[in-house]
């Protein structure tokens, strides 16, 4: 279900040696939006297990997982990475389009984002090859996928801050954040090479 990087591995038993013993179970949970999410890894002891929760062994490591969320992190890869600013553990879902394994975004934001996006924005990306879809809305953010042309893009930036964002904010003045979670390094035909 899960991988652990050696460098996870040492670093979670070295916290772990730091405890009181009480301390013996890793809960991972998935907050935000599903199409970008985040993880929350807490350090936990065994009574704290709760009842939507399973009980995954990863080697000599025991993780709790919500059972909702038991799919999503199938696959993912946990590892411990330090940086100049900050350090910690991340969590990588396996690799597929965020919008592969999620229903389509439904209710009246989501009708009018898609509306904008079939009428206004897709047909005049369409002569680079590209497409803009909606993955997830979450109250009055979304969250949008760039594929085909777009998805590498040099000008991708560009193109959803200055064309895309203004479009629609303009027909849907409440939004309050558009989140790019275009996986663009996996991009194979861009149509301005980086």
Do not use: W
Request: glycine content about 10%; aromatic content about 4%; overall charge negative.
């Amino acid at each position: 279900m899960l991988t652990f990087t050696d460098r996870a591995r040492e670093m979670l038993g070295s916290f772990l040696d730091q405890g009181d013993g009480e301390l013996e179970y890793l809960r991972i949970a998935m907050v935000g939006s599903p199409a970008a999410p985040e993880f929350e890894l807490t350090l936990v002891s065994p009574g704290e297990q709760r009842d939507d929760e399973q009980k995954v062994e990863v080697g000599a490591i025991t993780v709790l997982i919500a059972d909702a969320q038991a799919d999503r992190l199938e696959g993912a890869t946990v590892d411990f990475v330090e940086r100049v600013n900050e350090s910690g553990f991340e969590v990588r879902p396996r690799v597929s389009g965020a919008a592969a394994d999620l229903p389509t975004p439904t209710g009246p934001v989501a009708d009018r984002v898609i509306e904008v996006l079939q009428d206004q924005v897709n047909p005049a990306i369409a002569s680079h090859g590209g497409a803009i879809n909606l993955v997830d809305v979450k109250g009055t953010e979304i969250y949008l996928e760039m594929s085909g042309g777009c998805q590498g893009c040099a000008m991708s930036r560009l193109t959803l801050r200055q064309g895309v964002e203004r479009m629609l904010r303009q027909a849907i003045p409440e939004l309050t954040a558009v989140h790019d979670i275009t996986d663009h390094a996996s991009g194979v035909n861009p149509y301005f090479e980086a």
